[in-house]
């Protein structure tokens, strides 16, 4: 069982009535949107300290640009 104050229970009440919806379906959807985010920020902090532990070669790096350099060469504007 989770305990909330008397002003979140409040304000989740507000919230439902306003949406059609239950307090538990709210706090459900609030736990889910907490846990992908996350689960998101662990893959960005996973992503950066892998570059950080072995970052881009200068030729990864310029093999990179080039490849931009050539899709915008390509735009029609």
Do not use: C, K
């Not at 507000?14 to 985010?37: F, W």
């Not at 996973?46 to 970052?55: K, S, T």
């Not at 990179?64 to 350099?69: K, M, P, T």
């Amino acid at each position: 069982m989770v305990q909330l104050t008397e002003e979140l229970v409040r304000r989740l009440d507000q919230l439902a009535a306003r949406d059609g919806s239950s307090r538990s379906q709210l706090i459900r959807e609030a736990v889910a949107v907490y846990l992908a985010e996350h689960e998101s920020q662990r893959r960005v902090d996973r992503f950066v300290a892998g570059y950080a532990e072995q970052p881009e070669t200068e030729a990864e790096l310029e093999t990179a640009r080039a490849n931009a350099r050539s899709l915008v060469a390509e735009e029609p504007w």
